[in-house]
C-alpha cells in the first residue's frame, strides 16, 4: 500500500508527466474546456424557455418530464448511441469522440438546469409580483427586475448541479477516444496500471469537488437578498415534499 | 456478430435486435441484480445512518456532509480508488453504487420522519406509548411516501449508473453500449441504452405502486 502511494507521488512528482499533449495539463485542459462549453450550450438551450414557462406560470408538465427523463437516461448510453452516429456525418466525425461527449453533456446538464430555473422563476412569491405589477411594471419589468434576481440563487443551484455532473461524465469521452483526465483512468484499465487509474480517479475527483464548491461560492454571492436558503431545498437530490420534481408535480395537478 | 459499422447500412439492424433476444434478457437480470444489490444494502445503511442523525441531531450535518462528498465524486473515479483494493469486480463496483444512493436515502429518511406533525407524536406518547413504539406505529408508517420516493430516485439513478460498471467488469446492460461503441455498431449501443431507460421507468412504477399499496390513506386522499 506504502510502495503504491509512493509511486502514485512519483507519477505525480515527475515533470515529465505534466507537459506535452500526454500531460496533465492538457488533459485537464481538454477536461475543463469540454465541460464547460457543455454546461454553457445547456445554459442557452434550458434556461430560457425555462424562465419563460416559469414567468408564465404554465408548462409544469414539461419540467417533471424532463427531470424524470434526465434521471432515466444514462449518459454512458446517450455516448455509445452518438458515437456511431458523429462518426457518419462528416464534420462532426473530428476530433474524434469529441462530438457525441459533448451531446451527451448537454443532453446531461439541461434537465437540473431547466427544473431549478422553472421553479425558482415560479415559486417567487405572488405577493410581490402583484406588488410590482401594481407599480405598473410591465410583464417583461416583472420578469427581469423582481423575478429573475430573486430566482438567481436557485437557477445558479440548478448550474451547479449540472456542471458537477458534467465534469463527472467528461470523464466518459475517453471511451470514445476524446481525451480530458478519463484517459488516464481508460488507458490504465487497458494496461492494468493502477497508478494510472489512481491518479485519474484523483484528478477528476479533484476537479468535481473543485467545481460544486466554486459554483456554491458563485452561487452565494449571487443572492440579492443575501439570505441563504436551505440547502436541500435547492437540489435536486432534495428530500420529498421538498423535491424539485414532486414540488413542480404538485404544483400542476393543483393547477 | 461480426457487424459493423457501413455506410448505406439501416439505422437500425432489426434482425440483430430479433436475434438477440436471450442476450437481452441474461443482460436485464443482471442489471437489475447490480441494482438491487446496491439499494439493498443502501437501503440498510441508510437506516442505521438516519436513525443515527435523528437520535443525535449534532450528527446530521456531518453525515450529510460526508454523503454529500461522496455524492460529488465522480462514479469512474470511485472506482479507480476501489481497483487498487478490489480489482475488476462486483464488490468494486457495488461500493461505488451503493455510496450514490447513501444521500438521497438518508436526507428522504429524515425529512420523512421530521415532517411528521408534533401534535401527533404527541398524542401517541400521551396514548402511553414509547419513543421506539412512537417511531414505528407513528412516525414510520407516516415517513414511508417520503422514504419510498427516495427509494425511487435513488432507483432510477443507480439503474442508469449501473451501465457504468462495464468498465470494471460487471454492466448488465452496459456491456451492449461498452460493445456498441467498440464496433461503432449503433443499434447494440441503442438497445443499451433503450432497455436501461425502459427499466428504470418500470421499477420506477413498481415503486410508486408499492407506495400507493402501503399508504392506503395517502391513495384516498389522492383520488378524492
Known sequence: ?????????????????????????????QHISISTIGVFVACLL???????????????FVAVSAVNIGRAM????????????????????????????LIALVLLAMPPMFVNAYVGVREVDPALVEAARGMGMTGREVLTKVEMPLSTPLIMAGVRTAAVSVVATATLGAVVGYGGLGRYIIDGFA?????????????????????????????????????SIPDDEKRLVAPVGLDTADHVGSGTEAR | MTVVAQSGQPFIDWEWVLTHGDDMWEATLEHATLTAIALGVGLVLSMILALVALQWR??????????????????????TFLVPVFGLSLTTAEIALVSYTLLILIRNIVAGVDAVPDHLTEASRGMGMTNRQTFVSVQLPLALPAIIAGIRIAAVTTIGLVTVTVLVGQGGYGVFILRGIRRQFLTEALVGTVLSVLLAVVVDAALLGVERWATPWATRKASS
Do not use: C
Open chain 1, 1 to 29: 500500500m506504502i510502495e503504491f502511494f509512493g509511486d502514485v507521488i512519483a507519477f505525480l512528482a515527475d515533470p515529465e508527466n505534466w507537459t506535452g499533449t500526454r500531460g496533465i495539463l492538457n488533459r485537464t485542459w
Open chain 1, 46 to 60: 434550458a434556461l430560457p424557455p425555462a424562465v419563460y414557462l416559469g414567468h408564465s406560470r404554465r408548462g409544469g
Open chain 1, 74 to 101: 444514462p449518459s454512458f448510453g446517450v455516448v455509445g448511441v452518438m458515437f456511431p452516429i458523429t462518426l457518419s456525418i462528416a464534420f462532426l466525425a473530428s476530433p474524434i469522440g469529441y462530438w457525441a461527449t
Open chain 1, 191 to 227: 494496461q492494468g496500471n493502477d497508478v494510472l487509474i489512481f491518479v485519474g480517479g484523483l484528478l477528476v475527483a479533484l476537479l468535481a469537488v473543485g467545481t460544486e464548491l466554486g459554483l456554491g461560492w458563485v452561487e452565494k454571492r449571487s443572492d440579492p437578498t443575501q439570505r
Open chain 2, 58 to 79: 449534532r450528527t446530521y450535518s456531518p453525515i450529510t456532509w460526508f454523503t454529500g462528498i461522496l455524492y460529488t465524486i465522480p462514479s469512474l473515479a470511485l472506482f
